[in-house]
């Protein structure tokens, strides 16, 4: 099993300001990378997949980077409504599925 | 536009096999581009995913779970179901359904259910 490690668990930044979440595949899953937006009480939402392409309605302040084994999803300014978790989903390996990764929470700084 | 839409017990008892379904509307279930998938998190943790399926009928499922899954589709209603056996308190989780792009990628969710197996 593919296992999907988020870093950190906990990123506290301020409005405005520019975060970075890391996601790393136990091996490679070349670029069947998804990200997800998750507020509290609700669903995921899909943002990116791919790895780097931008699911629809999704703003250009979210980004999506890397292949293989080392992914980074990147908000460039944050907004109040981006403090979130946001999960990280592998699907390289057939069947449609695949693990998510444990999260990451985007705090107010 | 696509909707869905989890149904069933919102409490179990331990031992006994948890029932759900999904139901689809703004499209097609039987679309030959789509899967159809469960996915599960326990109160206060991540996401795992349970199952899937394609509109034909054929299944796939997390190894951890596969012995006490089972899921089916009923294209005459739109629905896919999920059944889960022998619950026990672990399996108290938040229940969603979801469309799964060709790819893997989970495109569209449910709100999701709340689940709690308890006596």
């Known amino acids: 099993e593919i296992v999907m490690t988020q870093s950190p668990a906990t990123l506290s930044v301020s409005p405005g300001e520019r975060a970075t979440l890391s996601c790393r595949a136990s091996q490679s899953v070349s670029s069947n990378l998804a990200w997800y937006q998750q507020k509290p009480g609700q669903a995921p939402r899909l943002l990116i997949y791919?790895?780097?392409t931008r699911a629809t309605g999704i703003p250009a302040r979210f980004s999506g980077s890397g292949s293989g084994t080392e992914f980074t999803l990147t908000i460039s300014s944050l907004q109040s409504e981006d403090f979130a978790v946001y999960y990280c989903?592998?699907?390289?390996?057939?069947?449609?599925?695949?693990?998510f990764g444990q999260g990451t929470k985007v705090e107010i700084k | 536009q696509l909707q869905l839409q989890e149904s069933g017990p919102g409490l179990v008892k331990p031992s006994e096999t948890l029932s759900l379904t999904c139901t689809v509307s703004?499209?097609?279930?039987?679309?030959?581009?789509?899967?159809w998938g469960w996915i599960r998190q326990p109160p206060g943790k991540g996401l795992e995913w349970i199952g899937s399926?394609?509109?034909?009928?054929?299944?796939y499922y997390n190894p951890s779970l596969k012995s006490r899954v089972t899921i089916s589709v009923d294209t005459s209603k739109n629905q896919f179901s999920l059944k889960l056996s022998s619950v026990t308190a672990a399996d108290t989780a938040v229940y969603y359904c979801?469309?799964?792009?060709?790819?893997?990628?989970?495109?569209?969710w449910g709100q999701g259910t709340l689940v709690t197996v308890s006596s």
């Open positions: 399926i394609y509109y034909s009928g054929s299944t």
């Open positions: 989903q592998q699907y390289n390996n057939w069947p449609p599925g695949g693990t």
């Open positions: 703004g499209g097609s279930i039987s679309s030959s581009s789509y899967y």
């Open positions: 979801a469309l799964i792009a060709a790819a893997g990628h989970f495109d569209y």
């Open positions: 791919g790895a780097s």
